[in-house]
């Protein structure tokens, strides 16, 4: 059974940092891109960060230079540093698992990041 399990979200004031983290099991992790998707209230999830099996990253524009994912390959996790929050990134992130060229996807439960002006 595949499981993506988040953690590390919550309420912080802009300018705070969070980090969050995702412990994926039932699949073999490093065959797989990894990434954190965001959704907010009332508009579609977007893509944040990702990170392939040989560490190439990928950021969204709107959190490049504020925003860190790395990947832990022998602990199965992939971590998502945020600094610099604004109440923008308030969200749900949700951790993502691709395998390229296989078309097999799995996501996380989500975990709440809020940012209070």
């Known amino acids: 059974q595949v499981q993506l399990v988040e953690s590390g979200g919550g309420l912080v004031q802009a300018g705070g940092s969070l980090r969050l983290s995702c412990v994926a099991s039932g699949i073999r992790f490093g065959l797989y891109n990894m990434g954190w998707y965001r959704q907010a209230p009332g508009k579609e999830r977007e893509l944040v960060a990702s990170?392939?099996?040989?560490?190439?990253?990928h950021y969204a524009d709107s959190v490049k230079g504020r925003f860190t994912i790395s990947r832990d390959n022998a602990k199965n996790t992939v971590y998502l540093g945020m600094n610099s929050l604004e109440p923008e990134d308030t969200a749900v992130y949700y951790c993502?698992?691709?395998?390229?060229?296989?078309?097999?996807?799995?996501w996380g439960q989500g975990t709440q990041v809020t940012v209070s002006s």
């Open positions: 990170i392939t099996p040989g560490g190439s990253t």
């Open positions: 993502h698992a691709y395998r390229v060229g296989y078309q097999i996807y799995y």
